[in-house]
C-alpha cells in the first residue's frame, strides 16, 4: 500500500542503468535531503510522502485507465490467473502521467505486495454464508476460502515467492513521451513458476496482491545512489487488488471478463490459453 518500501531485490538489471535502480536502493525511503517539495494534487493514491522528493518527481501524477472496468471487477473480487508460462493480466494495468519534466529521463516500473499473510480457498461455509474478504482478523496466519460469495480463511500463506519488479519495456525515456500517450504495462506475465527464468512476476495461487507503479528519474549526477530515495514516487490503486489463482473460482468474474476482453474469444471457442 501506498508509503510501504518496497522489498523485492532480486529481479537482476538488464542494463547498467537498471542497475542502479534496484529496488533496494530505489524503493527504500530515506531521510529527506536538500530543498523539500510540496506535491500536487495527484490522481491515484501515492506512495511515500514527497517531502523532500526530488523536484522531477514530486509533481508526478498518475490516474488509472479503465477505472470503471476496474471497480467493476473489484466488487466481485477481482481475480488473475497465473501459470507456469505466465500470463498477462486483464484488465491490463494503464496509466495516464502528468506532471513529469518533459526533458528528463525516467523509469517506470511495477512490482506486486502480498495484501495479507493468508492463503485463499472457494467453497461452502457453515450456515451457508462467510464472513467477507478483510473481516478476519490480519494478526492470523492462515489460508483463505471463498465460501457462499465471500472468500474465508483456509490455512496459513505459502512462503513468499521470489520478489520481482517489472520494469517498462521502453524506460528510459523523457518525461515528455511519457506524458504524450497512455502508459501500458501490456507485456507484463504473471507466473506460479518459481524456478522462472523469463522475467516474469512470481505470485502464489489464492493470495492475495496488491500491484504498485513507480516513477524514477534517472539522476544524472555521479553519486546518484546516495539521492536514491528521493528519485522515485509510487503509486497504488486500491481497485486493482486481485487473487491470483490458477482457474477462476467465481462465474461472475469468469462472465466479466468474457464480455469485457476484446480477445476473449478463443475462451469462447475453447482455446485454453485465450488471454
Known amino acids: 500500500m501506498p508509503g510501504n518500501g518496497a522489498t523485492d531485490t532480486s529481479c537482476p538489471p538488464t542494463t547498467p542503468m537498471a542497475a542502479s535502480l534496484q529496488p533496494s536502493a530505489a524503493f527504500l525511503g530515506g531521510p529527506g535531503e536538500g530543498s523539500p517539495c510540496t506535491p500536487g494534487l495527484g490522481w491515484a493514491g501515492e506512495g511515500p510522502g514527497a517531502s523532500g522528493k526530488n523536484r522531477h518527481v514530486c509533481h508526478a501524477a498518475a490516474r488509472l485507465e479503465m477505472g470503471s472496468l476496474w471497480e467493476e471487477f473489484n466488487r466481485l473480487g477481482t481475480e488473475m490467473i497465473v501459470t507456469k508460462a505466465g500470463r498477462r493480466m486483464f484488465p491490463t494495468f494503464q496509466?495516464?502521467?502528468?506532471?513529469?519534466?518533459?526533458?528528463?529521463d525516467y523509469v517506470l516500473l511495477m512490482d506486486f505486495i502480498p495484501l495479507d499473510d493468508k492463503r485463499y480457498r472457494w467453497g461452502w461455509g457453515s450456515g451457508g454464508r462467510g464472513p467477507e474478504l478483510g473481516v478476519l482478523s490480519p494478526s492470523l496466519p492462515c489460508r483463505y476460502a471463498f465460501h457462499s460469495s465471500?472468500?474465508?480463511?483456509?490455512?496459513?500463506?505459502?512462503?513468499?515467492?521470489?520478489?520481482?519488479?517489472?520494469?517498462?519495456?521502453?524506460?528510459?525515456?523523457?518525461?515528455?513521451?511519457?506524458?504524450?500517450?497512455?502508459?501500458?504495462?501490456?507485456?507484463?506475465?504473471?507466473?506460479?513458476?518459481?524456478?522462472?527464468?523469463?522475467?516474469?512476476?512470481?505470485?502464489?495461487?489464492m493470495h492475495r496482491y496488491q500491484p504498485r507503479f513507480h516513477v524514477v528519474f534517472v539522476d544524472p549526477r555521479r553519486d546518484s545512489e546516495r539521492?536514491?530515495?528521493?528519485?522515485?514516487?509510487?503509486?497504488?490503486?486500491?481497485?486493482?487488488?486481485?487473487?491470483?489463482?490458477?482457474?477462476?473460482?467465481?462465474?461472475?468474474?469468469?462472465?466479466?471478463?468474457?464480455?469485457?476482453?476484446?480477445f476473449a474469444k478463443g475462451f469462447r471457442d475453447g482455446d485454453p490459453e485465450p488471454w
Open 95 to 104: 496509466v495516464k502521467l502528468s506532471g513529469l519534466d518533459p526533458l528528463a
Open 227 to 262: 539521492f536514491a530515495h528521493q528519485n522515485f514516487k509510487s503509486f497504488s490503486f486500491p481497485e486493482t487488488q486481485f487473487m491470483a489463482v490458477t482457474a477462476y473460482q467465481n462465474h461472475r468474474i469468469t462472465q466479466l471478463k468474457i464480455a469485457s476482453n476484446p
Open 150 to 205: 465471500s472468500w474465508l480463511a483456509a490455512g496459513r500463506a505459502e512462503p513468499a515467492a521470489p520478489g520481482r519488479v517489472h520494469f517498462h519495456p521502453d524506460s528510459p525515456a523523457k518525461g515528455a513521451q511519457w506524458m504524450r500517450q497512455i502508459v501500458s504495462f501490456d507485456k507484463l506475465k504473471l507466473t506460479n513458476n518459481l524456478l522462472d527464468d523469463n522475467g516474469h512476476i512470481i505470485l502464489n495461487s
